[in-house]
């Protein structure tokens, strides 16, 4: 078992520019998740899928925030355009749907907005 | 709204001495999870422990163990024979029984000095 992959692990970036971070959940896991981790708000629920259907979107910060899950092994997190507010770790969990299992967390992809 | 507490930004123990971090929590359901949740300085999420709001029986890990309150909605991580290693920051996370939302308390920084 790998884990949860996340990519890039780092990530600088001037404003204005496209950001995308990309997840690989665990093989079985059905629901997916994207954390936001600032020193301010600590950590924030994005958005969560469940069978690649996004179920809860409210944490999404505005538009230029979006996600995708287009199969069961593979999500992304775009950020267009970026701005230095967006500067964060963003984490990437990946459990067994039905609210029983813990979220298993990727490593996180540290994201710098300059 | 579920909200979790957590009011101890920081903590320090003395290596082998037994700590307890507090977490508290706010909720009208009957039925759901509790987890604690460990982030060393790498920033990777370790579960460190869960409890089912049914089960009376503390959870226990190992020198981990939690002393669980529902009445009080009150959730603390008792940890025994601390360890160097255990230095980290502590988060507590509620999530609703049978969906997939954690939320998160915005954590406790464990110092451990030999």
């Known amino acids: 078992d790998a884990g949860v992959i996340q990519s890039p692990r780092h990530e600088v970036t001037e404003m204005g520019q496209e950001v995308t971070l990309r997840c690989k959940p665990i093989s079985g896991h059905n629901s997916l998740f994207w954390y936001r981790q600032t020193m301010m708000r600590g950590l924030e629920l994005l958005i969560y899928f469940n069978n690649n259907v996004p179920i809860d979107d409210s944490g999404m910060p505005e538009d230029r925030f979006s996600a995708k899950m287009p199969n069961a092994s593979f999500s992304t997190l775009k950020i267009q355009p970026s701005e230095p507010r967006d500067s964060a770790v963003y984490f990437c969990a990946s459990a067994l749907g039905g609210g029983r299992s813990p979220l298993h967390f990727g490593n996180g992809t540290r994201l710098t907005v300059t | 709204a579920q909200t979790v507490t957590q009011s101890q930004p920081e903590m320090s123990v003395q290596e082998a001495e037994t700590v307890t971090l507090s977490c508290t929590y706010d909720t009208s359901e009957s039925d759901y999870y509790l987890f604690w949740y460990k982030q060393p300085p790498s920033r990777q999420m370790i579960l460190v422990i869960r409890q089912e709001a049914y089960k009376q029986q503390n959870a226990t890990e190992n020198r981990f163990s939690v002393n669980f309150q529902k009445a009080a909605k009150s959730f603390s991580l008792k940890i025994s024979d601390s360890q160097l290693g255990d230095a980290a920051m502590y988060f507590c996370?509620?999530?609703?029984?049978?969906?997939?939302?954690?939320?998160f308390g915005t954590g406790t920084r464990l110092q451990v000095f030999p």
């Open positions: 996370a509620y999530r609703i029984y049978n969906t997939d939302k954690l939320i």
